[in-house]
């Protein structure tokens, strides 16, 4: 009997079960920003806590605030919540955009204004405590204590459903703000009333409601909304606010106290069942018994009304909220077995997987079920081979990202490399947007970092598009935003000389293999451009001013100088293109004790300083550098050190923003044992693992093999040096894999000791 008892204990903990790799999942790592803190923006990771599916349009979560440099709409260190939105941006600065549809549970008397979160009883507001947050793969709950209203989120591709459970009320309420806009506001919203259960309508985003960098990204955007109820609408209406013309509409203008008073004493509109105008919302009042479960769903499009409602009856045709939220963690667990591991301790797995869980909500679906999609003509489109994506985070995305998703994700990769493609050529400027955001080319950071995905994605054999018209564009990318214009280096900008070196080799390194020999010989001369801004009198790379004039030097570590984000220090290691020509330019021994000295001055949190800033990209791909120095050791032996540092199974978990899954993709690759200096050289440089065993699932439509396993023995946090490797049961003897190696499929093997035992030094 005692055996019995003991069997049940041991089923109930867990232990004779693996766990699915959802269950890994924690969406509160990174989830705060500034808002509510005393943080500085640069140490924040701007996660959503809320639902999404793998690349899916919809992202429905909490708003704790409009406006700030809070992007996500969310900040743990927030006391209330706002409202719900459907849309969403991950782990961004410059402001942030989307947070439209924004729908909120109320009772008592209407209140049009969502009100200061310093006087959350002046409107709609709510305060919540985390004691009563839910947050997991496809499922986030919350209580909203001002109202005793128990709110609870899931998500399908296209559409949404929230289940409200109110307590017993004679005025209960779900009220839908239209305007609401992270970091601005819809500038024109349109509201019709279908039947007693349905709602549709748009709002429209453009610049001249602030948004994505305070307005200066160019966006123009409409979203589009179906949405419906389970309890029939007897009572509803439209709110609207008074707008003058004339007024301006940015950011702090909203959320200026005159702008708010517009909206706090906007116009009650009952009964009214249809209506257009520049500040509007909606709303459906009710009595509900005790525990009365109210729930509303809505389908997204960025097309038209018609492709809203068509994406919500294909993707949430009934109201069994239980069963779509078990739908879209099923989805979550098929994405998360794209990688198996094996080993590490429950925070490891629930890091590794919650970093997985972010790599895959950008590049984004931006097309209809049906195909169709809004393009950058500002016509609709249909694509039948491809999926029309959004949100190309570029100057991150470019260094771990995307090289990730070709090992994992191809075809995420192939509907990325098509639809910057179509923007291209749709909007009638044939060269790729360096930061896109639903269309629009918003110039936000610098380089040529789609050139960079494109020609990863054709080394790879990633080549479902044209790709002499693909190297056409690559080519009249670099030659637009190039240092060859201005005689071999970029005037003022250190990063811009480096990055557009590099964006350079991308071109020759692309006709070399279409066979375009002239024109790979340019290219590649022109990727040498970095010698160009190699000083011999302060030793170091320094941004020039002119032909003859160099850019005023101070220290090295001294952020600016011509860098964006960065120092000369961080920068200047930015030649992955040509490391043996670095070398030689610098010298291998001092270069090699600059290496060390950058790594050892480092914080041992890696959070934003002068040295290895794991906080921002630039100095992503440095500490891979060691094994092409002939230190493979330190590679393996600070990769280790930064994701036991940088990373943790917390809030603030994430030591900068996480944009758009470049920083969590850089774990998974340094995790795995596995990271690119270059991409578009098909070099993968290996590390120390983290876990004991990784499988990479391989894309039988891509690659030959079925899976490619990393097995670590004798792994643990004192053993992080390789003493030995084997590649499909051959000795191996470099420190790095050639990407159509691993795509064959097998297994590579390592045997990890000690530094001591290794007998190296790691200073």
Same mark, same amino acid.
């Given at each position: 009997?005692?055996?019995?008892?003991?069997?049940?204990?041991?089923?109930?903990?867990?232990?004779?079960?693996?766990?699915?790799?959802?269950?890994?999942?924690?969406?509160?790592?990174? =989830?705060?920003?500034?808002?509510?803190?005393?943080?500085?923006?640069?140490?924040?990771?701007?996660?959503?806590? $809320?639902?999404?599916?793998?690349?899916?349009?919809?992202?429905?979560?909490?708003?704790?605030?409009?406006?700030?440099?809070?992007?996500?709409?969310?900040?743990?260190?927030?006391?209330?919540?706002?409202?719900?939105?459907?849309?969403?941006?991950?782990?961004?600065?410059?402001?942030?955009?989307?947070?439209?549809?924004?729908?909120?549970?109320?009772? $008592?008397?209407?209140?049009?204004?969502?009100?200061?979160?310093?006087?959350?009883?002046?409107?709609?507001?709510?305060?919540?405590?985390?004691?009563?947050?839910?947050?997991?793969?496809?499922?986030?709950?919350?209580?909203?204590?001002?109202?005793?209203?128990?709110?609870?989120?899931?998500?399908?591709?296209?559409?949404?459903?929230?289940?409200?459970?109110?307590?017993?009320?004679?005025?209960?309420?779900?009220?839908?703000?239209?305007?609401?806009?992270?970091?601005?506001?819809?500038?024109?919203?349109?509201?019709?009333?279908?039947?007693?259960?349905?709602?549709?309508?748009?709002?429209?985003?453009?610049?001249?409601?602030?948004?994505?960098?305070?307005?200066?990204?160019?966006?123009?955007?409409?979203?589009?909304?179906?949405?419906?109820?389970?309890?029939?609408?007897?009572?509803?209406?439209?709110?609207?606010?008074?707008?003058?013309?004339?007024?301006?509409?940015?950011?702090?203008?909203?959320?200026?106290?005159?702008?708010?008073?517009?909206?706090?004493?906007?116009?009650?509109?009952?009964?009214?069942?249809?209506?257009?105008?520049?500040?509007? $919302?909606?709303?459906?009042?009710?009595?509900?018994?005790?525990?009365?479960? +109210?729930?509303?769903?809505?389908?997204?499009?960025?097309?038209?009304?018609?492709?809203?409602?068509?994406?919500?009856?294909?993707?949430?045709?009934?109201?069994?909220?239980?069963?779509?939220?078990?739908?879209?963690?099923?989805?979550?667990?098929?994405?998360?077995?794209?990688?198996?591991?094996?080993?590490?301790?429950?925070?490891?797995? !629930?890091?590794?997987?919650?970093?997985?869980?972010?790599?895959?909500?950008?590049?984004?679906?931006?097309?209809?079920?049906?195909?169709?999609?809004?393009? =950058?003509?500002?016509?609709?489109?249909?694509?039948?081979?491809?999926?029309?994506?959004?949100?190309?985070? $570029?100057?991150?995305?470019?260094?771990?990202?995307?090289?990730?998703?070709?090992?994992?994700?191809?075809?995420? !990769?192939?509907?990325? !490399?098509?639809? *910057?493609?179509?923007?291209?050529?749709?909007?009638?400027?044939?060269?790729?947007?360096?930061?896109?955001?639903?269309?629009?080319?918003?110039?936000?950071?610098?380089?040529?970092?789609?050139?960079?995905? +494109?020609?990863?994605?054709?080394?790879?054999?990633?080549?479902?598009?044209?790709?002499?018209?693909?190297?056409?564009?690559?080519?009249?990318?670099?030659?637009?935003?190039?240092?060859?214009?201005?005689?071999?280096?970029?005037?003022?900008?250190?990063?811009?000389?480096?990055?557009?070196?590099?964006?350079?080799?991308?071109?020759?390194?692309? =006709?070399?293999? *279409?066979?375009?020999?002239?024109?790979?010989?340019?290219?590649?001369?022109?990727?040498?451009?970095?010698?160009?801004?190699?000083?011999?009198? +302060?030793?170091?790379?320094?941004?020039?001013?002119?032909?003859?004039?160099?850019?005023?030097?101070?220290?090295?570590?001294?952020?600016?100088?011509?860098?964006?984000?960065?120092?000369?220090?961080?920068?200047?290691?930015?030649?992955?293109?040509?490391?043996?020509?670095?070398?030689?330019?610098?010298?291998?021994?001092?270069?090699?004790?600059?290496?060390?000295?950058?790594?050892?001055?480092?914080?041992?949190?890696?959070?934003?300083?002068?040295?290895?800033?794991?906080?921002?990209?630039?100095?992503?791909?440095?500490?891979?550098?060691?094994?092409?120095?002939?230190?493979?050791?330190?590679?393996?032996?600070?990769?280790?050190?930064?994701?036991?540092?940088?990373?943790?199974?917390?809030?603030?978990?994430?030591?900068?923003?996480?944009?758009?899954?470049?920083?969590?993709?850089?774990?998974?690759?340094?995790? =795995?044992?596995?990271?690119?200096?270059?991409?578009?050289?098909?070099?993968?440089?290996?590390?120390?693992?983290?876990?004991?065993?990784?499988?990479?699932?391989?894309?039988?439509?891509?690659?030959?093999?079925?899976?490619?396993?990393?097995?670590?023995?004798?792994?643990?946090?004192?053993?992080?040096?390789?003493?030995?490797?084997?590649?499909?049961?051959?000795?191996?003897?470099?420190?790095?894999?050639?990407?159509?190696?691993?795509?064959?499929?097998?297994?590579?093997?390592?045997?990890?000791?000690?530094?001591?035992?290794?007998?190296?030094?790691?200073?």
């Amino acid at each position: 009997m005692k055996s019995v008892w003991l069997l049940i204990a041991a089923i109930s903990a867990g232990s004779l079960y693996a766990k699915e790799p959802a269950e890994y999942i924690n969406p509160m790592i990174g =989830a705060f920003a500034p808002s509510g803190s005393r943080l500085k923006g640069k140490e924040c990771g701007r996660t959503f806590p $809320g639902v999404a599916t793998p690349f899916g349009l919809v992202q429905l979560s909490p708003d704790t605030i409009t406006g700030g440099d809070n992007g996500n709409g969310y900040s743990w260190f927030d006391t209330t919540i706002e409202g719900f939105s459907f849309t969403h941006m991950s782990g961004i600065g410059a402001l942030g955009d989307f947070g439209n549809f924004q729908v909120m549970a109320t009772t $008592g008397p209407l209140m049009t204004s969502r009100g200061d979160p310093k006087a959350p009883d002046e409107g709609y507001r709510s305060r919540f405590s985390h004691d009563t947050e839910v947050a997991q793969a496809g499922y986030y709950a919350v209580t909203l204590d001002d109202y005793n209203v128990r709110t609870e989120l899931t998500a399908a591709q296209r559409a949404g459903m929230v289940r409200f459970t109110f307590p017993k009320h004679k005025q209960s309420r779900i009220q839908i703000d239209l305007s609401r806009r992270v970091a601005g506001t819809s500038t024109e919203q349109y509201v019709n009333v279908v039947d007693d259960r349905t709602i549709e309508g748009w709002m429209k985003c453009t610049s001249e409601g602030g948004g994505w960098m305070r307005g200066n990204g160019k966006i123009d955007y409409t979203v589009y909304f179906y949405c419906q109820f389970s309890k029939p609408m007897t009572s509803f209406g439209v709110w609207s606010a008074k707008i003058p013309d004339g007024q301006e509409r940015q950011m702090n203008d909203v959320l200026s106290k005159s702008y708010q008073a517009l909206v706090a004493h906007a116009e009650v509109l009952p009964d009214k069942r249809e209506m257009q105008g520049k500040h509007l $919302g909606f709303y459906t009042e009710f009595p509900t018994k005790d525990n009365e479960a +109210v729930l509303l769903k809505s389908g997204i499009s960025f097309v038209s009304m018609k492709g809203a409602r068509e994406n919500l009856e294909h993707d949430i045709p009934g109201w069994n909220f239980d069963g779509m939220k078990g739908k879209s963690r099923d989805r979550w667990n098929k994405s998360m077995n794209m990688m198996h591991i094996k080993g590490g301790s429950e925070d490891d797995k !629930v890091i590794f997987y919650t970093a997985l869980y972010r790599t895959m909500i950008d590049p984004r679906n931006f097309s209809d079920v049906s195909g169709e999609y809004y393009g =950058a003509d500002k016509k609709i489109h249909k694509a039948d081979d491809f999926i029309y994506r959004t949100i190309f985070s $570029g100057w991150d995305v470019f260094r771990s990202q995307f090289p990730l998703l070709t090992l994992i994700n191809p075809e995420i !990769v192939n509907d990325e !490399v098509n639809s *910057l493609m179509q923007m291209a050529q749709l909007s009638g400027r044939g060269y790729f947007p360096r930061w896109e955001l639903a269309n629009s080319y918003t110039g936000c950071m610098l380089g040529n970092p789609a050139v960079s995905v +494109v020609v990863d994605a054709y080394e790879k054999g990633i080549r479902n598009y044209d790709a002499e018209k693909a190297f056409d564009i690559c080519k009249a990318s670099v030659d637009k935003f190039g240092n060859v214009k201005n005689g071999g280096y970029t005037r003022g900008s250190l990063s811009r000389t480096l990055e557009y070196a590099y964006s350079d080799w991308c071109v020759g390194r692309f =006709a070399e293999s *279409l066979g375009k020999k002239a024109l790979a010989t340019e290219y590649y001369e022109r990727g040498q451009a970095y010698k160009n801004v190699w000083d011999p009198e +302060v030793k170091w790379f320094r941004a020039r001013n002119g032909k003859d004039k160099w850019k005023p030097w101070e220290e090295k570590t001294k952020h600016g100088q011509g860098c964006t984000e960065s120092n000369p220090y961080q920068q200047g290691w930015f030649v992955p293109h040509d490391i043996p020509g670095l070398l030689e330019l610098g010298g291998k021994v001092f270069l090699t004790q600059e290496l060390k000295t950058f790594f050892n001055k480092s914080p041992a949190d890696f959070k934003w300083n002068d040295y290895y800033n794991h906080s921002n990209e630039p100095v992503h791909h440095i500490p891979f550098m060691f094994n092409e120095f002939g230190l493979p050791h330190l590679t393996q032996y600070w990769t280790r050190r930064i994701c036991a540092a940088a990373y943790s199974n917390e809030v603030m978990g994430i030591v900068g923003n996480e944009d758009v899954g470049q920083m969590s993709a850089w774990y998974i690759l340094a995790a =795995a044992g596995l990271h690119p200096i270059c991409p578009g050289d098909n070099k993968w440089q290996i590390t120390s693992p983290v876990f004991d065993e990784i499988s990479i699932r391989l894309d039988p439509k891509y690659y030959p093999g079925k899976t490619f396993t990393i097995k670590a023995h004798n792994n643990s946090k004192e053993n992080v040096i390789i003493s030995k490797m084997a590649l499909n049961g051959k000795p191996l003897e470099r420190y790095w894999l050639d990407h159509h190696e691993i795509v064959k499929g097998g297994m590579l093997e390592m045997w990890l000791v000690s530094p001591a035992k290794a007998g190296v030094s790691v200073k």
